[in-house]
């Protein structure tokens, strides 16, 4: 680290005083800095603490403009971050240097290298734990001032106005449960394991293009305001379990090539992952985003577990690639939930999840096993152009299911799946489609419709079944039959398979409440006024049409 050179920089930065300055601040800022800069580590270490007391000393000046006295104190602290932002040389070797023994072929003195790093590890560290207790002391008389208006601050909160530049620092030492206050860590190069757990940010912070070469744990920290992390890379693992988001919070573009960890997390207001990239598994469960969650074009090449997550606001995933299971079992989407364009090529389960608003997977590409089970649509359900894919399977790979299945699936308003291709068997067994549900120009490999409710319009044009005939045509015990309301519209009810299809529609006549419906053969109808709470079932319904 070129000290004297740096030293050069803040003395000419610091020669011309200002008029009615304090002369003998000044002097003594001058004899602080070149202990901090030139000195042992003891001599540093007094430096760095007669720096911050200075900085306490303007920022608590009455006799001068409020300013000047500002401009004074961040420039004690410019001084103190730009040491921080010196290179060093033995930061790359922190987890060697770290270690207990020297591995074969160190080139140096290990002892000596490893306690020059200890000493300027202590120095740089010192500074932030100086800078956040000021900051904690500063939050915490903001949140006295709150209750109690006459209250006297033993340390400014001018503390929280000061802007605190890291920017390509090298970082190769823990700062864990600090303070910290318009933090600007962009470029910056943490070395060895990155340690912010219990870490507590307030005002805008900044990872932008950071370099975590490690592990980097935020487990627990709490981001009041603004932060943003894109295009940063975490080499190693990513922890974020229990974060709490404040404020909007933007990870697009960042490069996750280890495990991420975000189980547990909360965001109170956006929350950008688009275009970021999951080289490894990624467990975003039980997350909780109350803003606008954006995951639009990222790739996830590992497992991509989002179980009992709750999204209050829009989600967007359209666009993004799945490699490896994905899974939003539980989930609740409370705004739309726009998965078009995914790509899946392993499991996807959906499995009970709600998704209170619309939900949008038109041309989507799934492939191998689809798991919408127990899903409850409460607003359109658009799945149109969307491809359910089974690929050829090696032997190994024969006991894992294939297709897709929407069975207990409620669709509460309109279900959209004209022109999407099954080419493996489909379940739609006790789904409830209470609104008008379309499979128009769709494609069959074999589907499966017992005990569906169709609660308004179905329409079946143009499909094309290949092998298995719908459920609803072979059906030998009535609980089993698909129903369609007798209260609908009968020219809603619309049936005719392709002229190419392997099989088609056997319809006939079904009656009730004095209607005569065109339905397949098996099918039958029922009064929707006549459900019986106690039996949960519908006790008014036809005979099978034939």
Known sequence: MNLNKLLTTLRQRKNTPAHNLPAGRREHYRHALEQFLDGQPAVRLGGAYTLVNLADE????????????????????????????????????RQVLEADEAPEGYEGDFTRDQEALREEQLVRRTVFMKFSRRLATAESTEKDNEDDQHT??????????????????????PLRQLHFQNADFASATFYGPADFFGATFHGDTIFSAAQFTADASFHGANFNDWVGFSAAHFAGAAEFSGARFADAASFATVTFTDEADFSDAVFSAAADFAVSAFKSDADFSRLNTAGIASFAAVTFDGKAVFTASTFHDEAHFAASVFNRPSVFSKSLFGGAARFAGIVTKQSAMFSNVRFASAADFSGASFTQYEDFGGARFDGDATFSRTSFIALPRTRYEMDFPQGANFSNATFAQDADFSKTTFTAHVSFYKATFAREVSFNGASFEGAYFADATFGHGADFRQTSFMYVKPSFEALERRLQRARFSAQADPQDYLFEARPESPHGFSCGEAELLNRTFILPVGAVLYDPDSWDEEQQEYTHISEPAQ
């Not at 000047?68 to 730009?82: G, P």
């Not at 000061?162 to 030492?173: K, M, N, S, T, V």
């Open 152 to 173: 006297m601050p033993s340390i400014s909160p001018t503390w929280a106005d000061l802007r605190f530049d890291f920017g390509g620092a090298p970082i190769f030492y």
């Open 58 to 93: 303007w920022l608590t000046d009455v006799s001068l403009p409020e300013q000047v006295c500002h401009e004074e104190a961040q420039a004690i602290i410019d001084a103190l971050t730009e040491c921080i932002r010196t290179p060093y040389p033995l930061a790359q070797k």
